[in-house]
């Protein structure tokens, strides 16, 4: 007992859920042992790390299975668009009549803002757009993506971003032993020793952890193991988190990513043309210009009185005239090129004259 102080000389569960029970020690906090859930006794030292040093015999029943069990999760056939390539997405989480992203779009009154902030630095004012054109968990995503180095420590960042208060709680636990011992896991239980972690802590660490061991650690891995159904994966969040991976949170990058190809071209238009008028996001912007083009060649397909293509010239005008990140006109857009490609299917004549008059428009969104 009383070389034992911490855990007064009593097995107790592993506070970070990689082991199953923390065993008797001086110091746990320095050099601890553990009965993993494979039954071998672990030593973890802060200068060594985790070692098997022998094995622990149980009496039948009594140790559990392991609560997290990760696995890969089976990828659907369609995805998110990623820059040129498409990012399959988990089955759990996939939509599959969502294949565009929408538009991110800004007032010209918000890029002067954004530019006169900026200094003029195309990066700075990317990163102004960014945060004015996207929602804010798209954003936490994004800002996760900008302060992160390594796969684990994104993964917790973003789930944290993702989930509610157990989900931040817990990846702020994360963080402070990220910040001690980086992406050597198997070191963590020595920096719970004296937290108060729940299951939540326990699960994410655990998903994390297991990835780590198979050598590749994702975002949408990490939400899928820990539990998709708490995250509300909608599809733009889903974009967001491939985008937050792909761009590394290099602003220009994120924007293009998840508004698709048009949105990164305006952005560049302000520098080249200015912002308003004939520039970026005025009356005659890249994005509109494109839609409209879509509009007319819906009037050669079905006639001007026809449901969709009055839909869709309404919902082009709307942009036009003040859009937001979450404007009923962007979503109009997005559902109709959706309806588009997945009614007839994605050679149909329609689309055929689209990409026709505006080359790959079904590859901008």
Do not use: H
């Not at 020690?25 to 098997?52: C, H, K, S």
């Not at 696995?71 to 969502?98: I, L, S, T, Y």
């Not at 719970?192 to 729940?198: F, I, K, L």
């Not at 006639?303 to 003040?322: E, L, R, Y």
């Amino acid at each position: 007992m009383e070389q034992n102080p911490m855990n007064q000389g009593m097995a107790v569960r592993d506070p970070s859920g990689i082991n199953f029970l923390r065993l008797p020690a001086a110091n746990p906090f320095v050099n601890a042992y553990f009965a993993a859930w494979t039954g071998e006794l672990i030593e973890v030292t802060a200068d060594i790390g985790m070692q098997v040093i022998g094995s622990c015999k149980f009496a039948p029943g009594i140790m559990p299975p392991n609560p997290v069990q990760y696995q890969a999760p089976q990828m659907a056939q369609w995805g998110v668009r990623v820059g040129n390539a498409v990012q399959p997405v988990p089955q759990q989480v996939a939509v599959p009549d969502q294949r565009y992203v929408r538009p991110l779009l800004a007032s010209p009154e918000t890029a002067r803002r954004c530019m006169e902030l900026s200094g003029g630095e195309e990066q700075e004012f990317a990163d102004c757009m960014v945060k004015n054109m996207v929602g804010p968990r798209e954003e936490a995503v994004y800002e996760c993506a900008k302060s992160t180095q390594k796969k684990e420590e994104l993964a917790f960042c973003a789930i944290g971003a993702l989930g509610g208060e157990n989900e931040r709680k817990a990846a702020a636990q994360l963080k402070e032993c990220y910040e001690q011992f980086g992406e050597d896991l198997d070191q963590y239980p020595l920096c719970m020793a004296q937290q108060n972690v729940d299951e939540d802590t326990q699960r994410l660490i655990g998903c994390v952890q297991q990835q780590a061991e198979g050598g590749d650690v994702t975002v949408m891995g990490t939400a899928i193991c820990y539990g998709a159904e708490r995250l509300d994966l909608n599809p733009e969040l889903q974009i967001a988190v491939e985008c937050a991976v792909a761009s590394g949170g290099e602003p220009m990058t994120f924007a293009g990513c998840t508004g698709g190809r048009l949105t990164q071209r305006e952005l560049t238009k302000c520098f080249t043309d200015g912002i308003g008028g004939n520039g970026c996001f005025g009356p005659n912007n890249e994005i509109v210009k494109a839609l409209r083009g879509v509009g007319i060649k819906l009037d050669d397909a079905f006639g001007p009185n026809n449901d969709i293509v009055k839909t869709w010239n309404n919902a082009v005008s709307d942009i036009q005239n003040g859009p937001g990140p979450n404007n009923d006109a962007v979503r109009a857009v997005t559902t109709i090129a959706n309806d588009i490609t997945n009614g007839p299917g994605p050679n149909n004549d329609v689309v055929k004259a689209i990409d026709n008059v505006i080359p790959g428009f079904s590859s901008m969104f």
